[in-house]
């Protein structure tokens, strides 16, 4: 942990109370419920970015891992209902449990997929979700295709109603994401997977242990996307298959962290608190559909026109190094030029076989 | 205890007729990931496209919904023109076809279903013709004629295919462009028009494919969903970019999937490709005849 992790730390948790104190003194309870899904967002866009954008491996199975974290706490409720008292497991201990399910289930998957090329492991991540549909919907103790009832107490100690108790939650939560993707970013984790998105193959033969960065990648983000969906069933009250395994999550995800910047932490949170608090309005304002349709037309400009996002935007129009090491300091920057350096010097260039068009016939 | 033998050759009968329909869905996925290496996981919201448009047709005008499916080819393969063209401006030729080559196709595939919604709802269409309703029956053996025929249509343009593939001289081209750009240079031949073509005429098979769907069931925008799974699944344990390992495949995985869903009920079939594909990509990720 570097020395300038504990005042980040400090000033995020400081932030995040202010916002707290702030809905507090506005006292309407909307801003809680549409704050506790920005916040929702800020998590899973984070989580998604640790694997897709430091690594560059895409992960189309948020709502897998979300929904999985989402019905391990149904789960749970369905076990302590008949009991004499209800709700005796406290939430941040769900947090916890769907938090080590998606995890576990996380590196599984890339266990399974991640030898082989990138392409594999976003097709099974895409079929990810869909699986775990038809799980839920074949198993009736969490409500199966008729889905599940939550009922959530109407209020909670000093805080007041319960709502407000879970946007407290998902805050800290989204703080701990945003810390935990800083750190990465700036530890030699995080130089590892950024040789693995600049080039695998390369990064292999100087020395890389690619597949267990990758797995410690897809088991960290999983987890993150797992510990946001835990609390979910207590916001919405009634949880059903198809909407919770929806693309609307992976969308969402996606299009946060690609429109904010992939290469830094920065990214997903400038892209969520934007396009969210988007979403927000269109949703009010106009209808749901609508704001997906944009979301996903929003997602198809930002990759063609500014494929670096906004940070990518920021960083032509201040006109100073690569995109790639935006929001870092110089001191990283060398630090990753070493590690390229030695990779490039180690891995001859004919190894590489996607170089289709400047390689030789074998 | 009866097992039920008739029950068994049902399913398996029921399971080759899907299967066959199932290689007409994947071989569009086969040529743009098999062979072109272009993730295109839009391709079912590109077939539900095609299952509208002939519901839209055949609604209005009462023509044969496979008809109206060929009719539209040109637009179909135009349209994948077009895209191809983006997505090589875009990201192939700036070497980003990955991360953000996959999410363009992500983002495409939610476009197009979102809009559905907004234009259709979420009601379930269906189509009209002469061959949706009578059953053959052989013994104890029914083949509904409503899987039969986009089965045979199926076969027929996978055979069409796979001769245009291998005797003409595009057809050669683009299996060309997949192993050595540079060599295909040298024969005074643009890889990237070639690639144009092929990834046309892979969009153009959504066409067929989403006709062939709206036909066997009735059909809601998110019904793609489940083919995404399905039909990489297909592609992949067919072995990448081989057309006669697509058809194995697909027969393959709709006879586990009948029998899935004979024994242990409908609800589980989704998960079975699924199962498949991971198998697969465990075990032997060449596929059953696959080349690499």
Redesign the interface.
């Known amino acids: 942990m570097s020395v300038r992790s504990i005042p980040f730390l400090l000033v995020t948790l400081a932030i995040g109370a202010a916002v707290f104190a702030g809905a507090m003194l506005l006292g309407n309870d909307y801003y809680f419920f549409a704050g506790y899904v920005v916040a929702q967002y800020i998590v899973l866009s984070s989580a998604w970015n640790i694997l897709?954008g430091y690594c560059?491996y895409?992960n189309?199975g948020t709502a897998g891992f979300f929904g999985l974290g989402a019905y391990s706490t149904v789960a749970v409720y369905q076990l302590v209902e008949g009991n004499e008292f209800p709700h005796v497991v406290p939430i941040p201990l769900l947090i916890l449990l769907g938090g080590l399910i998606s995890g576990v289930v996380g590196f599984g998957m890339g266990y399974?997929?991640l030898r082989?090329r990138?392409?594999?492991f976003?097709?099974?991540t895409?079929?990810?979700a869909?699986?775990l549909?038809?799980?839920v919907?074949?198993w009736d103790f969490v409500g199966g295709?008729r889905g599940a009832y939550i009922v959530r107490p109407e209020t909670i100690g000093p805080i007041g109603s319960y709502v407000r108790y879970l946007f407290l939650l998902m805050l800290v939560l989204a703080v701990a994401a945003l810390n935990v993707a800083r750190l990465i970013e700036r530890s030699r984790l995080g130089y590892g997977f950024a040789t693995i998105r600049d080039d695998e193959l390369a990064a292999e033969a100087a020395g890389v242990p690619t597949l267990r960065l990758k797995l410690v990648a897809t088991t960290i983000s999983g987890a993150l996307m797992g510990m946001a969906g835990a609390p979910f069933p207590y916001y919405i009250g009634y949880l059903q298959p198809s909407s919770t395994f929806g693309?609307d999550y992976?969308?969402n995800a996606?299009?946060m962290s690609?429109i904010g910047g992939?290469s830094s932490w920065v990214g997903p949170l400038i892209g969520t608190l934007l396009l969210g608090s988007l979403q927000q309005l269109i949703t009010v304002t106009i209808s749901s559909?609508?704001n997906?349709?944009l979301?996903?037309?929003l997602?198809?400009v930002f990759?063609?026109v500014a494929?670096n996002g906004i940070l990518g935007l920021v960083h032509k129009y201040l006109q100073r190094k690569p995109d790639e090491f935006v929001g870092r300091r110089r001191i990283d920057l060398d630090a990753a030029a070493a590690a390229a350096a030695t990779a490039a010097t180690a891995a001859p260039p004919a190894a590489k076989p996607g170089s289709?068009?400047?390689?030789?016939?074998p | 205890m009866i097992f039920s033998f008739d029950l068994l050759v049902n399913a398996i009968v029921s399971g080759i007729l899907i299967g066959g329909f199932y290689a007409a869905v994947t071989c569009g996925v086969s040529l743009s990931f098999g062979i072109l290496d272009i993730v295109n996981i839009a391709q079912p919201a590109f077939i539900i496209l095609g299952s509208y448009i002939a519901y839209t047709l055949n609604a209005s005008f009462g023509l044969d919904p496979i008809l109206i499916s060929i009719i539209v080819l040109p637009a179909f393969y135009l349209l994948g023109a077009v895209i191809y063209q983006i997505y090589y401006l875009a990201f192939e030729r700036r070497g980003q076809e990955s991360l953000r080559g996959l999410a363009f196709f992500f983002g495409l595939l939610f476009i197009t279903e979102v809009t559905l919604v907004l234009y259709f709802g979420v009601d379930y269409r269906y189509v009209q013709a002469a061959y949706i309703g009578p059953t053959w029956h052989f013994g104890w053996v029914d083949v509904p004629l409503r899987i039969l025929v986009p089965c045979l249509v199926s076969l027929l343009l996978i055979a069409v295919l796979q001769l245009v593939l291998t005797r003409s001289f595009i057809g050669r081209a683009i299996m060309a462009v997949a192993q050595d750009q540079l060599a295909l240079r040298l024969m005074a031949v643009n890889p990237v028009r070639i690639k144009r073509i092929a990834f046309g005429i892979s969009i153009a098979t959504a066409s067929l494919a989403g006709a062939f769907l709206i036909v066997i069931q009735p059909v809601e925008p998110s019904v793609g969903r489940e083919y995404i799974g399905r039909v990489f699944a297909i592609c992949v344990l067919g072995g990448m970019g081989s057309l006669p390992g697509t058809v194995i495949a697909a027969m393959l995985i709709g006879i586990v999937e009948s029998l899935t869903a004979t024994f242990y009920g409908p609800s589980w079939a989704p998960a079975v490709s699924f199962g498949i594909l991971l198998l697969t990509l465990a075990v032997r990720p060449a596929g059953l005849l696959g080349r690499r």
């Open positions: 897709g560059g895409v189309f399974l997929t082989l990138g392409a594999f976003a097709i099974a895409l079929a990810l869909v699986v549909e038809t799980l919907v074949n295709s693309f992976a969308v996606i299009a690609l992939t559909a609508v997906l349709l979301v996903g037309a997602l198809v990759v063609i494929p289709a068009p400047g390689s030789p016939p």
